[in-house]
């Protein structure tokens, strides 16, 4: 299941998920992680059966269209299909929203991500960039 956060406990979930794989797992500085963006996104989180949130991601408006973000999966959880429902989850909201008509959707995806988002409709647009230490790629759908 996949859910829109509505209340602070599930952003401090989702924000726990961040940490774990962004800050420990991939080093990213602690600093870079969280941004003033928070409250101007759009947050999710996704569910294992049993309840408990295993993935997260966000969505937000920006100078050149819709911007998806954070996308985070536990690494126990990898591979089992959350990265896709949460992908949906944020791009059906994105399609609801009347302001978001007519915008380009994108995202700078991890080189390690990229053939992911490709297989659910994004291209890459320009080089490789280096972003929080990590090696990305524009992608647009």
């Given at each position: 299941?996949?859910?829109?956060?509505?209340?602070?406990?599930?952003?401090?979930?989702?924000?726990?998920?961040?940490?774990q794989?962004?800050?420990?797992?991939?080093?990213?500085?602690?600093?870079?992680?969280?941004?003033?963006?928070?409250?101007?996104?759009?947050?999710?989180?996704?569910?294992?059966?049993?309840?408990?949130?295993?993935?997260?991601?966000?969505?937000?408006?920006?100078?050149?269209?819709?911007?998806?973000?954070?996308?985070?999966?536990?690494?126990?959880?990898?591979?089992?299909?959350?990265?896709?429902?949460?992908l949906?989850?944020?791009?059906?909201?994105?399609?609801?929203?009347?302001?978001?008509?007519?915008?380009?959707?994108?995202?700078?995806?991890?080189?390690?991500?990229?053939?992911?988002?490709?297989?659910?409709g994004?291209?890459?647009?320009?080089?490789?960039?280096?972003?929080?230490?990590?090696?990305?790629?524009?992608?647009?759908?």
């Amino acid at each position: 299941m996949v859910s829109l956060i509505i209340t602070p406990e599930q952003l401090q979930q989702a924000f726990a998920i961040r940490w774990q794989v962004f800050v420990e797992e991939q080093h990213v500085p602690a600093e870079e992680e969280l941004d003033d963006f928070e409250p101007t996104s759009r947050h999710f989180l996704a569910f294992e059966p049993g309840g408990t949130p295993v993935a997260t991601a966000r969505w937000r408006t920006t100078d050149l269209g819709i911007k998806l973000e954070r996308f985070a999966v536990l690494g126990p959880y990898r591979g089992q299909g959350y990265g896709l429902k949460i992908l949906q989850a944020v791009l059906a909201d994105i399609a609801a929203d009347p302001a978001a008509e007519g915008k380009v959707r994108y995202l700078h995806a991890q080189l390690s991500a990229a053939a992911f988002y490709a297989a659910a409709g994004f291209t890459p647009t320009g080089p490789v960039f280096e972003e929080a230490g990590i090696q990305h790629v524009k992608m647009v759908l």
